[in-house]
């Protein structure tokens, strides 16, 4: 993962492209210091949820941004966002998302709303960095109420 970064880092700086230098240069700090953090190499699991984590600030950065009127710095974000989201695996749509929840549903056997945490905890371990935990909330919520 790390060596893709780097070679896109350095296409990124022939182009001229200085939104993409900047994110991947962040990118590639966050993961030398869990490197060094956790002195060793990353595992390629590890290197995503760095990934993870920065897309999550992103959001979180956007919706603040938004709330506050500062429509500039959102859409610096969004930029930054969509960059990020291409090392990442595609994530399930909303479609895909309910359907995946509806089969735990039947399989377990959950009925009420109290099942919710039960519900997350299984579709999170099968559906490990593919499926957004906010929307799949919603719809275990939406389904189990």
């Known amino acids: 993962m790390q060596t893709v970064i780097e070679k896109d ?5 022939k182009s001229g492209d200085k939104r993409r ?19 060793r190499e990353l595992t390629a699991e590890e290197a995503e949820a760095v990934i993870r984590r920065a897309v999550k600030q992103r959001k979180e950065s956007i919706e603040v941004y938004e709330r ?4 500039d710095l959102a859409a610096a974000e969004k930029e930054e966002l969509g960059i990020l989201e291409t090392y990442l695996p595609l994530a399930m749509s ?7 929840v509806r089969g ?13 945490g ?7 371990a099968r559906h490990r960095g593919r499926a957004d935990g906010k929307r ?4 275990a919520r ?3 109420s």
């Open 21 to 39: 230098v900047s994110t991947l240069r962040l990118l590639l700090s966050v993961m030398k210091n869990e490197r060094i953090n956790s002195q």
């Open 118 to 124: 039960h519900l997350m905890k299984e579709l999170m």
């Open 104 to 116: 735990i549903i039947s399989e377990k056997g959950f009925s009420s709303a109290k099942d919710v």
């Open 136 to 139: 799949a909330q919603e719809i």
């Open 9 to 13: 880092l350095k296409a990124a700086m």
């Open 94 to 100: 909303d479609a895909e998302l309910e359907e995946a």
């Open 142 to 144: 939406k389904l189990l």
């Open 68 to 71: 506050t009127g500062r429509a």
